[in-house]
């Protein structure tokens, strides 16, 4: 028996390349007419791999959107270095999945045709896309709901209509800005605990970003917590809890209150 892989099987496993990588970005916005310059990130540096699920934590304003809008590939940073899949971030693609915080549905297509949309756009045959979709509708609880219209669906229904509609083109990464922040509590949880489960069952990697504390503990591999603006990674923390994830396990997780208040500090100290 080789015990060399009993003991240290992790030494022995090349660390996969990064999916992700950002190095030192800069992202200063000038006003046209003003020319007063806005600095919303400086010396911002993290990389994700595959497979992770990191939460970006930061206050209102600090910029998380930002870091989304650079990935996305809407924004060029204005210092630094963006890698995404090991290469330059190119043109905003089905490779890169992104959920806002508003779902941003087609108000005139049923919840099966915003699903389905980016691969009948993309002229994908119908016996690729439907397996996939009814197994995103099953995922996310929408059985039954494929012929509803948006205006038909509360809330969190459309905003999972939307994550669907991310999923649909199976991207490796998921970019989600604030997804649930417009939801009440039990809703939340609700698209928290189906999130978790989605992402379980399609190994996707998930950016997350929050300024709530609990969402990112619950949700998270990694943390970081940006700074106040200019935005850069001021702490970054490893969640220790396994999964499936509990709501109610963590609240009596001596823990779980322990990192929620040294998050606390770190955000209030800025
Ligand atoms: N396209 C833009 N043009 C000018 N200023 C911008 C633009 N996008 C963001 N900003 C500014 O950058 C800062 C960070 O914004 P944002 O990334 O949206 O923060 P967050 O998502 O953390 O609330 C804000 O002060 C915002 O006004
Ligand atoms: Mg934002």
Not at 9 to 14: G, M, V, Y
Not at 213 to 227: K, N, P
Request: aromatic content about 8%; proline content about 7%; some cysteine.
């Amino acid at each position: 028996m080789n015990l060399q892989v009993l003991i240290a099987p992790d030494r022995r496993a090349p660390l996969p390349a990064p999916l992700i990588v950002v190095e030192d970005v800069a992202k200063r916005f000038v006003d046209g007419r003003t020319g007063r310059v806005t600095a919303a990130l400086e010396h911002l540096s993290f990389a994700i791999r595959e497979g992770e699920f990191v939460c970006l934590l930061g206050p209102s304003d600090c910029g998380k959107s930002s870091v989304l809008d650079l990935l996305c590939g809407f924004e060029q940073p204005t210092e630094g270095r963006i890698v995404v899949e090991g290469g330059p971030v190119g043109e905003p693609g089905p490779d890169r999945g992104i959920v806002f915080q508003e779902a941003l549905l087609f108000p005139w297509l049923s919840v099966f045709d915003n699903i389905t949309f980016a691969p009948r756009l993309a002229g994908v045959p119908a016996a690729l896309y439907r397996p996939r979709a009814a197994r995103l509708i099953a995922l996310m609880g929408l059985d039954g709901f494929e012929n509803h219209a948006p205006y038909e669906l509360s809330g969190g229904m459309r905003q999972r209509v939307a994550i669907a509609r991310a999923w649909i083109s199976e991207p490796r990464i998921l970019l989600m800005d604030e997804p649930f922040g417009a939801l009440d509590a039990q809703t939340r949880l609700a698209m928290q605990e189906q999130l978790l489960i989605a992402r379980e069952a399609t190994g996707a990697t998930v950016l997350f970003v929050t300024h709530d504390i609990e969402e990112a503990l619950f949700l998270a591999d990694r943390i970081l917590v940006l700074s106040g603006r200019p935005g850069r990674v001021a702490r970054e923390i490893a969640v220790p809890f396994g999964r499936p994830r509990h709501y109610e396990a963590l609240l009596t997780d001596a823990r779980f209150g322990r990192l929620k208040r040294q998050i606390v500090e770190e955000l209030r100290a800025g």
